[in-house]
């Protein structure tokens, strides 16, 4: 991660940009505080921001005047993007949502979009607002709109590197375009409504006085009876220690209760963003907060700390017996470095990565998922009160599936990375430790062997002459 602290309200970070219309820039340090973005001579007030988006690797700003591509680590993207959304008025949003209340906002996301709308050529960064009349793209000055019904309207892909990417193709008459960055489930609610022929609107509802959001209770947090993972976790525990080919002649209290309470130790760190983040959107007072509370993208950042910090716990563990062994034995310094050396850490951590790795299908889904579920609640608060609140109970019930899915998929991870710890004691560290423990300590030298025997002596001469005295 490359983000620099420079002060308690500020935030640097080093990322690649892209302005609108301008060449990429490499590893510019972007700083955030309270009176905006500074980047590179560029100066972006908070004040005019209206719209933030985060994808994976990538977060789209669009202001007033600035439409800007950051690109970087995920952690930092996240971050920056809770800066900037803390200092950005949400007005500004309102202000993009709430005119197209009435058309019934179906989701809204930054974008890349390349093709032609109504025969003039469209190139680069928009935020597209999605409702059941058709789409609006705004961009500082520029704004575009495309009505439905379209001819087609479906999702292809793109290939970027080694990997393809969803995109969203609509295509009718005059119109051709390709748009970017969207997730799958939000093209899928898309691609529903953009063929279909849409209902009139009423311009009356247009002009509430009042958004839904300022009349009405927030939606009460919602989260699934998910614990999947902690039961997972538990069973593994058991499994782990079945695994140990236990050796007690490295030490007495080397039994199953020893690896039981290493193991569940483990288990909790492993466990601690998943358990955390949970008990935090109990807590939640709205269903908004619920979700944000379980972020999947922190919760990704969470969980690679957290396993990072089930392999330094192994190597403290690991290290505190060899020391142990060292000083009963009274070895040389060389002999733990070599017995340390069989933990491979780099090894280790590379092998713990892949289970890592393996949650981010679940975690890319949970994000999906809460992020088409927030635009429905964001465009839910600004509607007029009357308004048919379009696809929240069905995002919510999407969103608690992944949520639940991820909580599975956690513990699977979890349970994979104890039984290859468990793996990892009995094939090199239990062996490693056997064979120290079978090492000859060191002799004393002759001088010192002859300065104990003359201390013995003096105490056997003392304790002669006392008793010849009397003694008690």
């Keep these: 991660m490359r ?34 973005l500074r980047f590179d001579g ?9 719209w933030v988006s985060r994808r994976s690797g990538l977060m789209l ?43 019934v906002v179906v989701c809204a996301a930054g974008t890349a979009v390349t093709g032609h709308i109504a025969g003039e050529p469209v190139n680069g960064l928009f935020l ?30 793109v290939s970027t590197g080694d990997a393809s990417r969803p995109v969203l193709v609509l295509d ?10 969207l997730f799958s489930e939000e093209i899928q609610a898309v691609t529903r409504v953009a ?34 993972a902690a039961e997972t976790l538990d069973q593994a525990c058991g499994s782990a220690v079945d695994r140990v080919r236990i050796d007690t002649s490295i030490g007495e209290r080397f039994d199953r209760e020893y690896f039981r309470q290493h193991f569940q130790s483990l288990g909790e760190i492993a466990l601690g963003p998943l358990m955390l983040r949970r008990s935090a959107a109990l807590k939640a007072d709205s269903l908004m907060s619920a979700v944000e509370a379980m972020d999947a ?53 590379e092998r713990m990565s892949k289970h890592l790795e393996a949650l981010d299908p679940a975690f890319d889904a949970v994000l999906a998922r809460q992020q088409l579920l927030w635009q429905r609640l964001r465009a839910r608060d600004v509607a007029p009160p009357e308004t048919e609140e379009v696809g929240v109970e069905e995002a919510t019930v999407a969103w608690n599936e992944e949520v639940t899915r991820l909580d599975a998929a956690y513990g ?20 490693a430790l056997r064979a120290l423990a079978a090492l000859r300590g060191r002799r004393l030298s002759e001088r010192a062997r002859l300065a104990i025997l003359a201390i013995v002596l003096a105490f056997a001469a003392a304790a002669v002459a006392w008793l010849a005295r009397g003694g008690f």
């Design 195 to 228: 063929r279909a022929t849409p209902a009139p609107v009423d311009p009356g509802t247009s002009l509430e006085m009042f958004a839904k959001g300022e009349v009405t209770r927030p939606l009460p947090a919602r989260l699934p009876e998910f614990s999947e």
């Design 3 to 36: 983000m620099i602290r420079v002060a308690d309200d500020e935030r640097q970070f080093i990322l690649d940009v892209l302005v609108a219309g301008e060449p990429a820039r490499r590893q510019v340090p972007v700083a955030c505080s309270p009176s905006g």
């Design 42 to 50: 560029e100066h972006v007030g908070l004040d005019s921001v209206f």
């Design 297 to 349: 993208e922190q919760m990704r950042q969470d969980a690679m700390a957290a396993f990072r910090g089930v392999a330094e716990e192994l190597m403290g563990v690991y290290g505190v017996e060899i020391r142990r062994l060292i000083r009963q034995k009274r070895l040389d310094r060389e002999h733990g470095e070599r017995a340390y050396a069989h933990l491979d850490g780099p090894s280790l951590w």
């Design 412 to 431: 699977t991870a979890g349970r994979d990375v104890l039984m290859e710890i468990a793996g990892w004691w009995s094939d090199r560290l239990i062996p």
């Design 61 to 103: 700003l669009f202001a007033r005047d600035h439409t800007v591509a950051f690109f970087g680590h995920s952690g930092d993207l996240q971050e920056l993007a809770q800066a900037v959304e803390r200092g950005t008025d949400s007005d500004a949003r309102r202000s993009v949502l709430q005119p197209l209340a009435s058309e």
């Design 172 to 181: 009718g008459g005059d119109t051709s375009i390709t748009i970017r960055y």
């Design 128 to 157: 597209a607002v999605f409702t059941r009349q058709g789409l609006h793209l705004f961009a500082e000055e520029q704004r575009r709109t495309v009505r439905w019904p379209v001819e087609r309207a479906e999702e292809g892909t």
